[in-house]
């Protein structure tokens, strides 16, 4: 099953860069290159350390935005999915923030913070946190009351029915969010530095457009898309260690 799997995201993956590749040789835009011309950038940028040089700059808002919106999004998530007032008071402000516009705040974060490493922070914040509150919070009310029930009904005191039923019930919805919440980090942390200041891949992305270097360009949006597949699936080794066995899922009650 796992060489399958295996064997069908290297399948996955060859569709995508043949397609990448055909359709910069026709090609369907005279901005779009081949595969090829991309990864030589790519290895050109990496063998020259200027990748790197990049991502030291990329990653530090990026870092600190995600764990500020891991560790304060699952522990509201909690809080709100285990009460009903701190739910009808917090949530609307978490659907509000996932649903705004994120390009017209930044104007409002530069105003209030600058253009440094803060706002770039809150930008990251901005977008992770409220997938990651939501999906928690999601999780936590929708734990079947049969298994609280159940642990009650052997004495289990409040903190033991959190810690030993309710968090491992939800794991998995919890799981996905902070995936998804970590998926929206690399956009924001991107984004940033396209709105505020060009620092990092988003400079590289700004200058090699700015003179027609578009396998550059190209080079490092794969970079990202390639850095944040790898961190998703570690995540997803982490989760399978942490609550092996456990079902993806709940049972009805």
């Not at 995201?9 to 011309?37: C, D």
Request: net charge neutral; charged share 15%.
């Amino acid at each position: 099953m796992i060489h399958r799997s295996l064997l069908l995201k290297i399948l996955s993956a060859a569709v995508v860069f043949g397609a990448w590749e055909i359709a910069g040789r026709i090609p369907v835009s005279y901005a779009f290159p081949t595969f090829l011309e991309s990864m030589d950038s790519l290895l050109r940028m990496t063998l020259d350390g200027s990748i790197f040089h990049a991502y030291a700059e990329t990653l530090k808002p990026l870092i600190v935005g995600v764990a500020i919106s891991t560790v304060l999004g699952i522990g509201l998530g909690l809080w709100i999915g285990l009460s009903e007032k701190f739910e009808w008071l917090f949530s609307p402000i978490f659907i509000v923030m996932q649903a705004a516009p994120l390009a017209a705040l930044i104007p409002l974060l530069v105003m209030a913070y600058g253009i440094g490493l803060t706002s770039k922070v809150f930008v990251v914040c901005i977008m992770a946190m409220p997938v990651i509150v939501l999906n928690t919070s999601s999780a936590v009310r929708n734990t079947p009351e049969s298994l609280k029930e159940m642990g009650r009904s052997f004495l289990a005191k409040d903190r033991d029915v959190l810690l030993k039923i309710i968090i491992p019930a939800a794991s998995p919805v919890i799981f996905s969010g902070l995936r998804l919440g970590v998926s929206a980090g690399f956009i924001g942390a991107i984004l940033s530095e396209l709105k505020i200041t060009p620092t990092g891949v988003g400079d590289i992305i700004s200058y090699s457009r700015s003179i027609a270097d578009y396998p550059s360009m190209y080079a490092a949006i794969f970079s990202i898309i390639l850095l944040a597949v790898l961190f998703l699936n570690l995540l997803e080794k982490i989760e399978n260690i942490l609550f092996e066995g456990n079902d993806r899922g709940y049972v009805t009650d």
